[in-house]
T-cell receptor, first 116, second 113 residues
Framework: GAGVSQSPSNKVTEKGKDVELRCDPI?????LYWYRQSLGQGLEFLIY????????KSGLPSDRFSAERTGGSVSTLTIQRTQQEDSAVYLC??????????????FGPGTRLTVT | DQQVKQNSPSLSVQEGRISILNCDYT??????FLWYKKYPAEGPTFLIS?????DKNEDGRFTVFLNKSAKHLSLHIVPSQPGDSAVYFC????????????FGGGTRLMVKP
């Protein structure tokens, strides 16, 4: 049924390693978004997909971050050569892309990434 | 430059009283505003929204007020309940910015029994 799911729920990695975060959106939702929330901060927009394409990549913090979406469903966010400042909760959301209801995004529980 | 600001990081109210959470924005292109509630270890959940063509939207105990001239919106919760204790995020979107939401930093609400 369900809502947006994300995996893993927690990830601890060493500085310099690559990580992949996964998001399964709500079935039928064509739009998918990635945000991150650093400690004590609000949600920072990273990237969104309409179908399989990402028209707006301006929020990605650096070229170490990339994301893809295949089949209009699952998305992965990849962080290469992780740094300690990448430590945050990474949140995925999905929405319908019709009219103003598109703005109502449904969030997953997030992946807490800790870079040591 | 923060386009959406929630200047109160925390708010404490007594059960049964009114909670008022405030949000200010700077981008005049924002035309749709939302409030999300977040419990620890969970993703934010949608609470209520308002279009810029309105100045008030009510849903049960929750009412959002929009003052476009002041670029200010507020969320009123009446009566407040202990289960309302959470972090509340204000968010805004602009018609020319696709589906992107710009979030404020959040306000932690604590409702005391």
């Amino acid at each position: 049924g369900a809502g947006v799911s994300q995996s893993p729920s927690n990830k601890v990695t060493e500085k310099g390693k690559d990580v992949e975060l996964r998001c399964d959106p709500i079935s039928g939702h064509t739009a998918l978004y990635w945000y991150r929330q650093s400690l004590g901060q609000g949600l920072e927009f990273l990237i969104y997909f309409q179908g399989n394409s990402a028209p707006d990549k301006s929020g990605l913090p650096s070229d170490r971050f990339s994301a893809e979406r295949t089949g209009g469903s699952v998305s992965t966010l990849t962080i290469q050569r992780t740094q300690q400042e990448d430590s945050a909760v990474y949140l995925c959301a999905s929405s319908l892309a019709l009219g103003r209801a598109k703005a109502r995004q449904y969030f997953g529980p997030g992946t807490r990434l800790t870079v040591t | 430059d923060q386009q959406v600001k929630q200047n109160s990081p925390s708010l404490s109210v007594q059960e049964g009283r009114i909670s008022i959470l405030n949000c200010d924005y700077t981008n005049s292109m924002f035309d749709y505003f939302l409030w999300y509630k977040k419990y620890p270890a969970e993703g934010p959940t949608f609470l209520i929204s308002i279009s810029s063509i309105k100045d008030k939207n009510e849903d049960g105990r929750f009412t959002v007020f929009l003052n476009k001239s002041a670029k200010h919106l507020s969320l009123h919760i009446v009566p407040s309940q202990p289960g309302d204790s959470a972090v509340y995020f204000c968010a805004a979107s602009a018609l020319n910015a696709g589906n992107m939401l710009t979030f404020g930093g959040g306000t932690r609400l604590m409702v005391k029994p």
